[in-house]
Each structure stands twice: as C-alpha cells, then as structure tokens.
C-alpha cells in the first residue's frame, strides 16, 4: 500500500513525508511516499493511502482516486476543521483529518487506523475466495483450493472433490491469493500446503489428490524458495 502525498506548500509535504517514514519505520512497514497531482493520472491500481490538502479541488481529486479503486483512503489536511466544508463528505469520504500544525501523535493514530483497516480487510479477503458461475455465487475456502488452472480465456478452481470454471484470470488471482499460494507456471498457481512432492527434473508437482501440474523453468527458483521460506513439509499424498 502506497501513500500519496499532495500539499500545495513545499513544507508541509516534507513535514508529512518525515512523518510518513517515521511512521513506516517504527511499524516496520513495507510502501512507498509519493508526490501526488491533482493532474496525476497513472495511479496504482491497488489499495493505497492520500493526504490530500483541502482546497476547491478536493471533490474532483477524490473521484479520480476513488475510480482507480473504491477502497482507497483519503486523509484531508487542513489548517483547522472549520474550512472543511460539509458538502464534501459524501464523495470525499475522509478516513480522517490531520490539522496543521503537524504533530506527529495525530497523524500516528490515523495511520494506525487506516493500517490496522486494510490488514483485517486483507486477511478476511485472503481466507475466502468468492466466484461465479454463470449467474450463481460461490464461495471457497483458499485452504480447500489445490490449484487454479487457466483454460481458454476461463479459470479452472480445483479442490479435492471438485472443479469449477469461472472468468477471472490467473493476474486478478495473484493480487488477493493468501502466502499459501504461488504461482509456478503461466497457465498455474498452485497451493503449496497441498503439494505432495517435486520432481524438478521432470518439473512436476504432484498433488494430494493425485494429479500433476507442470512447474515452468523460468519459476523453479522461486517455488524452491517458497518451500524453504516456509519450512513447507510436503504431504504424505
């Protein structure tokens, strides 16, 4: 999760910028502070954190952020909360408010806030893996998933006992699958709890269920690294 910063005065951005990196390195938090314009348009697509300075362009700059993605948090900065005109609320949506001066404990405990937010959103997003089929929803655990197999412009989802085609591609999969998964193949992510053995000179995997999948050289290292990262112990098949 990125965080963007935009303050019109060059001051206040390195105030919150210092802030930000404080911030991160005391959480030991993984993402990257960028300068944010009004006229920005190559935001990244996933879930990201903006500091937005109040002024009368505030309700356009958030309906391009919230395009990019509607779960994006905008924090409002302002010289007190009294120039913060009530009409914006029902498209800005503020995730809260830093008022200047900048004190570092205000702006802790909104971060802290929006942090703690994505993580439970994350891991509640990560357990459960929600398609369709046709017109008829489903839902499954990531855990009860051998593997996602892409077929002909659809996603094949195998589990133990079932298999189901959906359109969605392997891409959209990578960006909400939990640790567990990994991807070993261009046409295969596998879950790495469910894997029986490797045969990396036939660069195979066998899974518990019995079937193989494939494993592309260009993506053997990083399932040998997957395994020992994780202190994986392959099944008893």
Do not use: W
């Not at 997003?125 to 990531?142: A, D, G, M, T």
């Amino acid at each position: 999760m990125n965080i963007y910063i935009y303050q019109s005065n060059e001051q206040y951005f390195n105030e919150l910028k210092d802030i930000c990196i404080r911030f991160l390195i005391k959480n030991d938090i993984d993402a990257e502070i960028i300068s944010y314009s009004e006229k920005a348009d190559n935001l990244n697509e996933n879930i990201s954190v903006f500091l937005i300075e109040n002024n009368d362009m505030i309700k356009q700059a958030a309906r391009k952020i919230y395009d990019v993605n509607n779960f994006n948090y905008i924090v409002i900065t302002s010289d007190n909360f009294s120039s913060i005109h009530s009409e914006v609320f029902p498209c800005v949506r503020p995730s809260g408010f830093i008022i200047r001066p900048f004190e570092y404990s205000n702006a802790e405990k909104i971060l802290n806030s929006i942090f703690d937010n994505f993580n439970d959103m994350e891991n509640k997003k990560n357990q459960i893996f929600n398609f369709k089929v046709h017109s008829q929803e489903f839902r499954l655990p990531f855990s009860s998933i051998l593997y996602f197999e892409s077929s002909n412009k659809k996603i094949k989802i195998r589990t133990a006992s079932q298999e189901f085609e959906t359109y969605l591609s392997l891409e959209k999969i990578e960006n909400i699958m939990p640790s567990d998964f990994i991807r070993i193949h261009k046409g295969f992510i596998i879950n790495i709890s469910k894997v029986c053995s490797i045969d990396y000179k036939n660069m195979l995997v066998s899974l518990e269920n019995g079937s193989f999948v494939p494993v592309s050289r260009s993506l053997k290292n990083a399932l040998k690294e997957k395994v020992s990262e994780n202190g994986s112990k392959l099944c008893s098949g």
